[in-house]
């Protein structure tokens, strides 16, 4: 199968642009042998570049260039394939952007092209051709997300002393993930995160309980999370719980048994926010929106959690607007190297914006992903980078800091 790779990236500061040419000339002779053909455009700045050939080709001489220190903030742009090639039999040709006008660059490559996608002006490959000849390097802003301009700087928790002792008949237990905002140097929440009495995962307890039993000891799970918030001494802070959606349909009363919960463990309901997923399939919306009413009515935060993976999705959105919103992790991965996430979490921000949800980013474990999602406006985050979990206990966060140069 023929596959097509398009990426961006920039030249290294330090490379001199004559040496361009030596790079190609490098470059098609390792192409040549792996049959892969397409363009390299270079506008002084950025090169955007289109590899097409066996998936296994193109892949080895991304992976390749990913590692090549000429090369540097490498964006993903297009991953496809194609019947034919749009490049056949040409090698890898190299267009200097700066050497001519932007009508004659684009004729010129598309007379490269088979005559097939030289017609086919909808083609995405020709798009993205088009649209990186017509922007000049000077209107394109490419920032640079460098880990090594920042470090981490442990600092304790203001939170009670970790490992919170058991209870007589305490079904589950709670690690604590904090959700921070670096920006002012604040936790804004804690995330209550289930684990069983020997510290197994969410899934792990939640297959030990009879499913009849399910909803029940997730609502009643919320009991003991808000017990240890207390303990814990959360203060200010919030507090956000996960329930599976029918925990608050199945269960008569389900919003009052919350509110008691709260209310015996001395929190306010603004304190709380309940987190839910498409995950399990909401079967009765009608009782579910009639939940989630009561829920707001007595103050309770609601945010809608894995937003983009696929369960929580833009139906959940349009019919209950949540306080927060939590991007999935499948999405914020190496975010800073992927075109195709980064138009989905700037389209994410501004939609939320336009809404007054707040968007918080989940799972991030990379420096670039926080700098890169922190461009795009986000301000709260969770992950790795910042904090594990920590099993009935609230971690030390690791607050980044610019280094001085
Ligand atoms: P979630 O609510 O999206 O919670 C975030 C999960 O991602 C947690 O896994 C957390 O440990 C993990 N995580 C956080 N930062 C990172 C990171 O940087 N990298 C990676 N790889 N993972 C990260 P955990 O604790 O295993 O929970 C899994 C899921 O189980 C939760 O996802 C939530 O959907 C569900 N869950 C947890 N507690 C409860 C509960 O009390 N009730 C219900 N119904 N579901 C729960
Ligand atoms: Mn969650
Ligand atoms: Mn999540």
Not at 361 to 383: D, H, M, P, S, T
Request: hydrophobic share 45%; charged share 25%.
């Amino acid at each position: 199968m023929l596959a097509t790779l398009i990426y961006r990236s920039r030249l290294t500061h330090a490379l001199d642009p004559s040496l361009l040419a030596e790079l190609v000339k490098e470059a098609n002779i390792r192409n040549a042998e792996l049959q892969v053909t397409g363009v390299l455009l270079f506008n002084g700045d950025q090169f955007l570049q289109v590899l097409e050939g066996p998936a296994e080709g193109v892949n080895a001489i991304f992976n390749r260039i990913s590692r090549d220190s000429r090369h540097s903030d490498i964006v993903e742009l297009l991953r496809d394939f194609a019947p034919e090639r749009r490049f056949r039999g040409r090698g890898l040709v190299l267009f200097d952007l700066r050497q001519n006008k932007p009508g004659v660059a684009l004729r010129t490559i598309l007379k490269f092209g088979t005559l097939k996608y030289h017609l086919a002006r909808h083609d995405r490959v020709y798009k993205f051709i088009r649209d990186f000849i017509a922007t000049p390097a000077s209107e394109r802003r490419v920032e640079t997300f460098s880990a090594a301009r920042w470090r981490l700087q442990s600092k304790a928790s203001p939170f009670a002393a970790i490992g919170l002792p058991l209870q007589e008949n305490q079904p589950c237990q709670f690690a604590f993930q904090p959700i921070v905002d670096p920006g002012r140097g604040t936790i804004s929440s804690l995330e209550a995160l289930i684990r069983g009495p020997d510290g197994g995962s969410p899934q792990d307890y939640f297959a030990s309980i009879p499913e009849q039993k399910l909803h029940e000891a997730d609502l009643a799970s919320k009991g003991w999370a808000l017990a240890m918030a207390r303990q814990l001494g959360i203060g200010n802070h919030k507090v956000a719980v996960n329930l599976l959606p029918m925990s608050l349909v199945k269960i008569p009363g389900a919003v009052d048994i919350l509110l008691g919960h709260i209310t015996r463990n001395h929190l306010d309901p603004e304190q709380v926010i309940v987190e839910v997923t498409e995950d399990e399939v909401i079967s009765s919306y009608d009782e579910f929106t009639s939940a989630i009413r009561q829920l707001r009515a007595a103050g309770i935060g609601l945010a809608i959690d894995d937003f983009g993976s696929g369960f929580a999705g833009l139906s959940l959105l349009a019919k209950f607007q949540p306080d927060k919103l939590k991007i999935d992790r499948s999405i914020v991965t190496d975010i800073h190297m992927h075109g195709p996430k980064q138009a989905i979490v700037k389209a994410i921000v501004a939609c939320c914006a336009e809404m007054q949800i707040t968007v918080v980013a989940e799972g991030v474990e990379k420096i670039e992903e926080w700098c890169w999602l922190n461009a795009a406006g986000i301000e709260r985050f969770q992950g790795y980078l910042f904090a594990r979990p920590v099993l009935n206990g609230v971690p030390a966060v690791n607050w980044p800091l610019r280094v001085s140069r």
